[in-house]
């Protein structure tokens, strides 16, 4: 039976219609645009990103209001790769065809013409086309995030080069096998995007333009934890208000959370069932989330099910010393406020007194110790007497948690008790507020219990040798310390371990002047140092010996409140911020004001010594810090003080200059400071302009390592004799070839084109042998081996002669045959512009990675400048050149955009603009030159030159098929 006679033998109610042929969705348009974000870009935040490079996949992994893609963004708006960026979105029906489609999308601009939908295939041939490293971004990857896109994208990044690198921004870890050996690979956390309290302050006083005192930007990241998203929605909730206003709200973060509770609620709690918002809501109390704490607590089972739940959620987030999970902070306290508001304050005390009664049981049980939890839980419940038992139990314990700031709320007869006051005492101690501490102590009995006992009598003498500073060392490495600060001895002999006579030989050394021994000496210790506090001074030496590294000093400031040194961190605070009067100034008030004497000393230096290499005024910053040495009894750091008070009166041409370099080099010799005695014999002579005792001392001040400022005004001195030494080779292979010998143009006029064109082969390997055989194959491929080997020794004999006449038969230096190798050799002092280039852009690289940011832009510019065009253009398209043509003029383009980019980060908006524009020229095809072009005239206003370039961008990108509407919208999304 016929299609026609079935269907008019059936009923109408049994036919079946088919609905017209259905046409799939139409995708929505991927979001490729880079963000424009705002806020602070944080140094030390961009350099963890940058070391994508060193990896195949970066996984930023963080709850939600933690700063992923703001940090991305900043990363992406100065990086040294390409960037493409795709952002997922919430409402894909299909997230595998969502994530090809999207990363199709960001390849389409660079003129790969893909489907709508690309394969894997395709897009991995893309991807792996792509010249140069690339970095292809996928944010709120968590929103797409199923096993079957973790396969994909496994499988697009296995079956592409090295050179493509893949970012993801997620709320959770992605469902990649991260642990693969071909796909190397790191995780940036919650710990790495928090906020530090010096970034923190920096935020304020920069971006929101309310600045902080350092005490209150402590205290806000306290109770914050550095969560990006609370520090946004306090800083709206005291926008307008005065200072005081400010303390008081700071006052009462530890009361809950009001400012953030909408957000919280929407962004945490809005789409959890009501099981889980009770789980978290009962077990708040906990800081740590552990199954079988919630278990017992909660009287249920399966605990451990629900933590893993909201942790693959993002509510939860692992803590990094292993003890379970943990809520944001502000969640927490919004939860707990929830709680007292529902049930009374009562309730959540019995709750918290019930959660301090498990963990008080499991003490001794795990790894970290549960003690520091459970006393903080017994003081949170009002369960004063019972924290006071676990504190003396549990001492040593409870001691090396960084948080002690829970004994600030101490009922009076619980503070007056020996071991709080003790404990307290410690605390002061780490704050750098030694008299607080003497005075906590002084102010009734010692502890009874040993452990507490011997803790008093340590921090007693601690303390008392920092300000009376009348005890003799006995065996431990601060109390030598304190001997150095009067009289610096490197070679002392001491009874220490290992690890602590090292430090101490070191910051000996520092405080003697010589500093390249210092620099040494802690790079030695570094790896041996286990005492976490002992690597922490260590670092923050190292930091002071290093002053053009920032990044160190504020990778100590982390780490310092990450081990509860507050003191540490402040110092490290102003190391880093020494350039910024106002910020020091800032620090050295706060410490003055908190009693932290040495704090104040060693930030005033830093302040004086930031004025000096400045060209600053220092010597009332100088005066300052020799009284503070004065009143402390430290006459080796007074030493420094005063010779630098010296070298800035005759930099200023202070009227009594002479009589100050007089004073300083009597000073500094009589208390055996060799650096400090060789910087005032330098002020001393140049205030006598006595050229031949200056130079002696700028040696001496060499030999030390320490580099001495520029004076204000050059000394008269008789007119010097300049010898111009000139290099035995100089080779130039940019712009076009030429080549000196002892200064002079040798003569090839009589060399034949193919002798020439061999000088210029080797020029481009100056130095390195390159074998025969690669010779003959580009000199004469039409040739066989016995003929180009004969053409090979004609022409070598023609070049030696030109290059060095007269030079007897086999003495050649400079063409010279290695075996079956030949090379053009560059004797000692020679130069060659590719080698150079080389050598400076490596450099650059390596200043930048260690933040030697100025130290980067130096070397990049000379770099730019030995860049005067294509290598050996004389050559054309012949092969064996176009492959160093193409990589020195990608290295070009390169460090053109680099410098551009380095320049944007230090606030010059219009020389970036001129690096790009270098770049472009180089490289009128280089994507990232061009958004960098645009970001540059938006940054320094020039907004018809952003236009102009987006124009000139629309039609490079139309000259290379891709529609000029397209390309138009592309070049709006730098």
Request: aromatic share 4%.
């Amino acid at each position: 039976m016929s299609e026609r006679e079935v269907s008019t033998a059936l009923p109408d109610a049994d036919r079946v219609r088919l609905p017209p042929a259905a046409h799939p969705p139409r995708l929505p348009a991927p979001d490729i645009r880079v963000p424009a974000a705002g806020g602070l870009v944080r140094p030390r935040l961009v350099a963890a990103l940058n070391r994508v490079r060193d990896t195949r996949i970066c996984a930023v992994v963080a709850p939600p209001g933690s700063g992923k893609t703001t940090a991305l963004a900043h990363w992406a708006q100065q990086a040294p790769v390409d960037v493409l960026w795709w952002r997922a979105d919430a409402g894909a029906a299909d997230p595998v065809t969502a994530v090809r489609a999207g990363i199709g999308a960001t390849l389409r601009p660079l003129g790969h013409r893909l489907p709508a939908v690309p394969d894997v295939e395709s897009l991995a041939a893309a991807l792996d086309g792509h010249q140069g490293p690339v970095v292809l971004v996928l944010d709120d990857f968590h929103l797409v995030g199923t096993e079957r896109v973790g396969s994909l994208v496994e499988r697009l990044v296995l079956t592409t080069g090295d050179h493509v690198h893949l970012m993801i921004g997620s709320r959770v870890i992605p469902p990649l096998n991260l642990a693969r050996s071909e796909l190397a690979s790191r995780i940036v956390g919650p710990s790495d995007l928090r906020f530090r309290a010096v970034e923190v302050a920096e935020l304020f006083r920069v971006e929101y333009r309310t600045p902080l005192g350092p005490e209150d930007a402590r205290e806000l990241t306290r109770h914050t934890e550095g969560w990006a998203a609370a520090l946004h929605l306090f800083h709206h909730g005291v926008t307008g208000r005065g200072p005081h206003a400010r303390h008081r709200a700071l006052a009462g973060l530890g009361d809950g959370a009001g400012y953030a509770r909408e957000y919280v609620v929407r962004t945490f709690l809005a789409d959890l069932d009501t099981a889980d918002l009770l789980f978290l809501q009962r077990s708040a109390p906990f800081e740590a989330l552990v199954g079988g704490f919630c278990d017992r607590y909660l009287g249920r089972s399966k605990s451990e099910e629900t933590i893993a739940r909201l942790a693959r959620r993002g509510v939860l987030t692992a803590l990094e010393d292993g003890r379970g999970f943990a809520l944001p902070r502000i969640l927490r306290h919004h939860l707990l406020a929830a709680t007292t508001t529902d049930a009374g304050p009562r309730t959540t005390a019995q709750a918290f007194r019930a959660v301090a009664g498990i963990l008080t049981d499991a003490i001794g049980s795990t790894v970290p110790s549960t003690a520091p939890e459970a006393a903080r839980a017994w003081a949170a419940g009002g369960g004063w007497p019972d924290a006071l038992t676990v504190l003396a139990e549990s001492w040593e314990d409870v001691l090396a948690d960084p948080d002690l700031a829970w004994l600030d709320a101490a009922p009076p007869d619980i503070s007056a008790h020996p071991i709080v006051r003790t404990a307290r005492a410690e605390q002061a101690r780490r704050d750098g507020r030694l008299g607080a501490a003497l005075r906590l102590l002084e102010a009734g009995p010692p502890p009874a219990a040993p452990a507490p006992a011997a803790t008093a009598a340590a921090i007693a003498r601690f303390c008392r040798t920092w300000t009376a500073g009348d005890l003799q060392p006995e065996g431990r490495w601060p109390e030598y310390l304190r001997a150095a600060v009067r009289r610096p001895r490197p070679d002392r002999r001491t009874p220490l371990p290992r690890e602590q006579r090292e430090v101490l030989s070191a910051l000996e050394l520092t405080i003697s002047g010589n500093v390249r021994a210092a620099r040494h000496q802690v790079a030695q210790a570094a790896d041996r140092l286990t005492d976490p506090v002992l690597a922490c001074a260590a670092d923050l030496l190292g930091a002071a010996l290093h002053p053009d590294q920032p990044d160190r000093a504020d990778a100590v400031a982390l780490l310092a409140e990450d081990l509860g040194f507050p003191w540490f961190a402040r110092i490290a605070h102003g190391v880093t911020h020494a350039g910024d009067p106002d910020v020091v100034a800032a620090e050295v008030d706060a410490a003055d004001d908190r009693g932290d004497v040495w704090g104040a000393l060693l930030l005033t230096f830093c302040g004086a010594v930031g004025d000096l290499r400045a060209g600053r005024p220092a010597v009332r910053a100088f005066d300052d810090a020799a009284r503070r040495c004065r009143e402390l009894d430290a006459p080796a750091l007074e030493a420094w003080a005063r010779s630098g008070q010296a070298f800035s009166a005759v930099v200023t041409s202070q009227p009594d200059a002479l009589r100050e370099a007089e004073s300083a080099v009597g000073f500094a010799h009589s208390a055996q400071v060799p650096g400090a005695t060789a910087l005032a014999h330098l002020a001393l002579t140049r205030c006598r302009r006595d050229r031949e005792a200056s130079v002696a001392a700028e040696a001496e001040l060499d030999r030390l390592g320490l580099r001495p400022p520029a004076p204000g005004a050059p000394p008269t001195a008789a007119p010097a004799v300049v010898v111009v030494r000139r290099a035995p080779v100089d080779v130039r292979c940019f712009g076009g070839f030429a080549i000196e010998v002892d200064g002079t143009v040798p003569d090839l006029h009589a060399v034949r084109p193919r002798a020439r064109a061999l000088l210029r082969l080797l020029a481009l390997h100056a130095g390195q042998p390159t074998h025969r055989e690669v010779i003959a194959e580009a000199m004469w491929p039409q040739l066989d081996a016995a003929a180009a080997l004969h053409n090979l020794h004609v022409c070598v004999s023609g070049l030696r002669t030109a290059l060095e006449p007269g030079a007897a038969r086999g003495a050649s230096r400079l063409l010279v045959r290695d075996g079956e190798r030949y090379l053009l050799a560059l004797p000692a002092g020679s130069v060659s512009d590719l080698r150079a280039f080389d050598l400076r852009t490596a450099s650059a690289e390596s200043a930048y990675a260690a933040g030697g940011v100025d130290t980067a832009i130096a070397d990049l510019e000379e770099a730019l400048a030995l860049y005067t065009g294509e290598v050996l253009p004389e050559d054309g398209p012949t092969e064996w050149v176009l492959p160093h043509r193409e990589h020195y003029q990608a290295r070009a383009a390169e460090a053109a955009a680099q410098l551009g980019r380095l320049h944007l980060e230090q606030d010059r908006p219009e020389d970036a603009a001129g690096a790009a524009r270098r770049s472009i020229d180089i490289d009128p095809f280089r994507d990232g030159s061009w958004r960098l072009l645009i970001a540059a005239h938006e940054a320094a206003g020039n907004l018809a030159e952003a236009e102009e370039a987006r124009r000139s961008y629309a039609d490079v990108l139309a000259s290379l098929g891709v529609a000029t509407q397209a390309a138009t919208s592309v070049t709006r999304q730098h």
